[in-house]
């Protein structure tokens, strides 16, 4: 019988020595003990605070440095929700990020769970459509490459916000030399979510947006047993669109700056309706206690 050769997986998920004896990250105090993605993405331990991911770039991967590079330019724009990160060119170039938690936990720590979803979408569309202004699209939006900024991570980096969402992972990320409106269809990568059927090369920043759609619908997933709600669903279908295979400028769903104005419009209608609602109950309250039973 053939023996495959390869590595272990033991040895695949180990920390490679010349990363834990990297001098630079030495000098930051950081030491990854654990893996996250095989030969790519470390971390540092969890008793040891605060947490760090150290993300390996490999020299196939040509535009993530230099695009997280650009984005830390300006890292206390609030509509820039790139993960704050530091490039460490040394035998290898690294990521070094906090370790946050996934953005799920934004979902559980609001009573309100319509309200948390509509922010998340929010917060993910003002980051994307940050990214287009720049003319760059992500190109592999998914749950997996959003996190969360809690508290307990606010609590030990000034640069996190806690509520915030949070986009990582650059690797298929792409500058391109037109922006949004303007942009023609290039060749899909390999992505986490599935194209439509027949789709490889689309407009990148409408598959920004069309990924986006996923994302909540997957949220929307998350709570089996309730309907979802009306407005999120169909918030949902208008971003995923209905895609007719765009050779140039794909029109079948918003733009991300189109997407977020209306999801800022829902969140407004929200509040209002609740102001008018408590409203409405506290004039109904204080006309009883001067009028009795009669209203």
């Known amino acids: 019988m053939k023996v495959l050769e390869g590595a272990s997986p033991v040895e695949l998920l180990a920390v490679p020595g010349w990363l834990v004896d990297e001098p630079e990250l030495q000098k930051r105090g950081i030491v990854p003990v654990e893996c996250l993605k095989p030969s790519t993405v470390f971390c540092t331990s969890w008793f040891t605070t605060p947490q760090y991911v150290v993300k390996v770039v490999h020299r196939n991967v040509t535009e993530e440095v230099d695009i997280c590079a ?4 300006d890292p206390a724009s609030s509509d820039n929700h790139i993960i704050p990160c530091e490039v460490v060119r040394s035998h290898k170039t690294s990521l070094v990020m ?3 938690p996934s953005v799920g936990t934004l979902l559980r720590i609001d009573d309100d769970w319509l309200a948390a979803l509509l922010e998340v979408t929010r917060q993910l569309l003002e980051g994307i459509e940050y990214l287009h202004r720049n003319r760059i699209a992500h190109m592999d939006i998914c749950t997996g490459n959003l996190l969360a900024g809690t ?13 915030g969402l949070y986009i990582i992972d650059f690797d298929r990320s792409r500058r391109l030399p037109l922006g949004p409106g303007e942009q023609g269809a290039i060749p899909l990568p390999p992505t986490q979510f599935v194209p439509p059927p027949g789709i490889t090369r689309l407009d990148p920043y409408s598959w920004d947006v069309y990924c986006v759609g996923r994302v909540l619908e997957f949220l929307l997933k998350t709570r089996p047993d309730e309907t979802p709600p009306w407005i999120a669903q169909q918030l949902m279908l208008w971003l995923k669109g209905d895609e007719q295979g765009c050779t140039g400028v794909c029109h079948c769903r918003p733009t991300a700056r189109r997407a977020l104005r209306v999801v800022n419009a829902i969140k407004w209608c929200i509040r209002a309706a609740d102001f008018c609602g408590n409203a409405v109950g506290y004039l109904k309250d204080m006309l009883r206690s001067h009028l009795g039973s009669r209203v």
């Open 151 to 163: 508290s307990r991570e606010a609590g030990f980096d000034g640069r996190i916000a806690d509520g």
């Open 98 to 100: 906090p370790y946050l």
């Open 70 to 73: 650009f984005l830390q330019q």
